[in-house]
T-cell receptor
Framework: GQSLEQPSEVTAVEGAIVQINCTYQ??????LSWYQQHDGGAPTFLSY????GLEETGRFSSFLSRSDSYGYLLLQELQMKDSASYFC????????????FGAGTRLFVKA | EPEVTQTPSHQVTQMGQEVILRCVPI?????FYWYRQILGQKVEFLVS????????KSEIFDDQFSVERPDGSNFTLKIRSTKLEDSAMYFC??????????????FGAGSRLTVL
């Protein structure tokens, strides 16, 4: 089977740093991605890790350890607009390169 | 910036009716996908489409569902006889290639389907 586990909810204050973890168990693996989704909106791509290590894009960073089947998304200098759901996703090379999503982590940023 | 366009944004239908959801993927993209999201739940893969045929489909994508690319731009999802549990947001997505480009799914704004 295929599963991605991430916390259902995280709360943090404005200006703080928050880490959202993701562990995965999939039949195939071609990289871990992160998507952001605001209420009523579509998922939007944030970052991708194909190899082990840290990828940084502005205030957001993402990490991958393939040996541990684990990754995380790090959000720094939190802003109110970062309140959204964050999904980790695994790209499966088997048949059409489909992307499988975790259940999502709802981030609440408080003033 | 190129975008994926979906119509309609919201459709209300009676149980048992046929529904067609339409998508215009980004023009130079090669892989097309339909996902659905029941309110408050995760984004679920339905089907992937490449080179005018289905690459893979999930267990959700049963005989009631079909996809077509009738011309060079449109990509449609048809539900033949809708059920109450088909109520969801349906997202179309596309990627530029099967390798590095496929790491980035570009989603449309979604079509909300309500089945009464």
């Amino acid at each position: 089977g295929q599963s991605l586990e991430q916390p259902s909810e995280v709360t943090a204050v404005e200006g703080a740093i928050v880490q959202i973890n993701c562990t995965y168990q999939t039949s195939g693996f071609y990289g871990l991605s992160w998507y952001q989704q605001h209420d009523g909106g579509a998922p939007t791509f944030l970052s991708y890790n194909g190899l082990d290590g840290l990828e940084e894009t502005g205030r957001f960073s993402s990490f991958l350890s393939r040996s541990d089947s684990y990754g995380y998304l790090l959000l720094q200098e939190l802003q109110m607009k970062d309140s959204a759901s964050y999904f980790c996703a695994v790209r499966d090379p088997a048949g059409g390169f489909k992307t499988i999503f975790g259940a999502g982590t709802r981030l609440f940023v408080k003033a | 910036e190129p975008e994926v366009t979906q119509t309609p944004s919201h459709q209300v239908t009676q149980m048992g009716q046929e529904v067609i959801l339409r998508c215009v993927p980004i023009s130079n993209h090669l892989y097309f996908y339909w996902y659905r999201q029941i309110l408050g739940q995760k984004v679920e893969f339905l089907v992937s489409f490449y080179n005018n045929e289905i690459s893979e489909k999930s267990e959700i994508f049963d005989d009631q569902f079909s996809v077509e690319r009738p011309d060079g731009s449109n990509f449609t999802l048809k539900i033949r006889s809708t059920k109450l549990e088909d109520s969801a947001m349906y997202f179309c997505a596309s990627t530029s290639s099967g390798h590095s480009g496929a790491n980035v799914l570009t989603f449309g704004a979604g079509s909300r389907l309500t089945v009464l």
